[in-house]
């Protein structure tokens, strides 16, 4: 499993639920999706990076066919973010920092423009 990421600069849209954060391992592995600011910046010594989830995915065929034999998951349930679904079952995301950004579809709002 793979997917794409970007970096958040801006504090509200940090702070925005409607952006998926991200948090990754120092391979670039995923190890937690939120739509709460991942890392909480507790230090303000320390800058954190925050990057976005862009909800494209690359998968083998099982990988997909698997997902679906499962149901859903108590953080995806929380959440509302597929993706946690394979990390509750121990498949983490391989995620790819990119700076391109398509048209983004994330509230009902957008499907208007």
Not at 48 to 56: A, C, D, L, R
Request: charge should be negative; include cysteine; aromatic fraction near 10%.
């Amino acid at each position: 499993m793979a997917s794409l990421m970007q970096e958040l600069k801006d504090a509200s849209s940090v702070a925005d639920p409607n952006y998926v954060k991200v948090a990754v391992d120092l391979n670039f592995n995923s190890l937690m999706f939120s739509r709460s600011p991942v890392p909480y910046h507790r230090d303000k010594n320390v800058t954190p990076v925050y990057y976005e989830h862009i909800g494209i995915y690359a998968f083998r065929k099982d990988a997909l066919m698997q997902f679906t034999t499962w149901p859903m998951t108590p953080l995806e349930s929380a959440e509302k973010i597929e993706c946690l679904r394979y990390l509750e079952h121990g498949i983490p995301l391989k995620m790819v920092v990119t700076e391109y950004m398509g048209v983004e579809i994330d509230t009902a709002e957008d499907c208007k423009g």
